[in-house]
C-alpha cells in the first residue's frame, strides 16, 4: 500500500521556492486590483453630485440654448436657495410628504409587527399565507398605482364594499376630494410596503434567543412582559433599520401618488418628489430643481446618519 504525502499550503509555497505573502501585501494587492473598479463607482456617484450641485447655483435650463458646461455664465448667486426658503408650494409638499410619512410608516411598522409575532410561531398553512402576504410588496408600483385608481374611483370595489355594508347607494369622489384623495394614496403604500416591514422585522424576531424567552416563561413573565422586557430589546437594531428603510423610502414616494392623482386635485396630493417631477418636465427650471434635490439629500443624510447613531447606541448597551 503506497503512502499518501500530504502537503500544506506552506510546503506547497515552500516546494516552488516562492514566498509566502502577508496580510499587509495582500491588501495591497486586493487594492490594486479592484482601484479601477472603485475610481469608477466613485465618478459613477460623485460626477452627478458635483454637477448637480453646479447647476443649483445658476440659472440654466435645457432651453438657455447652452450646454450645462456653460452653466457658469448664468451664475446667480444662490438665488435658487433663497428662493427655495421663500417657496409656498415646496413647503406645502414638504408638509404633505411628512403627513404621509408620519401616518403610513408607524402603520406598516405596527402592522408588520403584529404579522411578524403571529408569524413567528407555526400554524396550519403558514407557508400559504406566508406567500400571499408578500405579494403585494412584488407588485409594480405603478401597477399598484393604477390598482388602486380603479378601486378609489366613484363607481369602484371600495364604494360599493361601503354600499353593502351600509344598505344605502355610496357615490364617495375619493380621487377628487382633497383630503380623502390623500388618504386614497396612504393606504394604497401601506398596502404595498407593510409585507417588506413586516418581512424585515420578522427575520429580527427569528433571531431572538429562545432560551432566554424559556427562562422568563419559566420565572413567570406572561406574554406581553416578554415581549416588552427581552423581544423588543433584541430587536432594536432590526426596528431602527426597518424605520429607517421607510422613512426614506416613504419621503421618495411618486409612482403610486403619480398614478393615482397626479398630485391633484389641483397640488391636494403633490409631495415633494410630484413637485420636483412637475418643475423638471413642465417648468423646465432645472437650476432650481436641482437646489431642491441637494436640499432633500441633506434632510435623508441626516435622518440616515441619526439612524446609524442609534444603531450603534443600540449595539453598545447591553439588552
Not at 509555497?13 to 505573502?21: I, L, S, T
Amino acid at each position: 500500500m503506497s503512502a499518501v504525502t500530504v502537503m500544506t499550503s506552506k510546503d506547497e509555497v515552500k516546494a516552488v521556492g516562492a514566498k509566502p505573502v502577508s496580510r499587509d501585501e495582500g491588501a495591497r494587492l486586493g487594492f490594486r486590483l479592484t482601484l479601477p473598479a472603485q475610481i469608477l463607482v466613485l465618478f459613477i456617484s460623485a460626477f452627478p453630485l458635483l454637477m448637480q450641485l453646479y447647476i443649483s447655483v445658476t440659472d440654466w435650463s435645457p432651453l438657455s440654448g447652452t450646454g450645462w458646461w456653460n452653466a457658469w455664465s448664468m451664475w446667480n448667486s444662490f438665488a435658487n436657495y433663497t428662493d427655495l426658503a421663500a417657496d409656498a408650494r415646496f413647503w406645502s409638499a414638504l408638509k404633505r410628504t411628512a403627513i404621509v410619512m408620519i401616518v403610513c410608516v408607524p402603520a406598516e411598522f405596527l402592522l408588520g409587527l403584529a404579522l411578524a409575532t403571529l408569524f413567528a410561531d407555526d400554524f396550519p398553512g403558514k407557508r400559504v399565507f406566508y406567500s400571499i402576504l408578500l405579494m403585494p410588496m412584488m407588485v409594480v408600483p405603478a401597477v399598484a398605482g393604477y390598482m388602486f385608481f380603479m378601486l378609489f374611483q366613484s363607481g369602484g370595489p371600495v364604494n360599493d364594499i361601503l354600499s353593502a355594508l351600509t344598505g344605502s347607494p355610496v357615490t364617495i369622489a375619493w380621487l377628487s376630494d382633497p383630503t380623502l384623495a390623500l388618504i386614497a394614496v396612504m393606504v394604497a403604500d401601506i398596502w404595498q410596503w407593510t409585507p417588506l416591514m413586516f418581512l424585515i422585522l420578522l427575520a429580527g424576531l427569528v433571531g431572538v434567543p429562545e432560551d432566554q424567552i424559556k427562562a422568563a416563561t419559566l420565572l413567570g413573565a406572561n406574554p406581553w412582559q416578554r415581549f416588552v422586557t427581552i423581544v423588543l430589546p433584541k430587536m432594536k437594531t432590526i426596528i431602527i433599520i426597518a424605520l429607517a428603510i421607510r422613512v426614506i423610502e416613504n419621503f421618495k414616494i411618486f409612482d403610486t401618488l403619480y398614478i393615482m392623482t397626479g398630485g391633484g386635485p389641483g397640488v391636494a396630493t403633490e409631495t415633494i418628489s410630484v413637485y420636483i417631477y412637475k418643475l423638471t418636465t413642465q417648468d423646465l427650471i432645472w437650476g432650481y430643481v436641482a437646489a431642491i434635490a441637494l436640499a432633500i439629500l441633506v434632510v435623508l443624510s441626516i435622518v440616515a446618519v441619526f439612524a446609524m447613531k442609534r444603531m450603534a447606541r443600540a449595539r453598545e448597551v447591553p439588552a
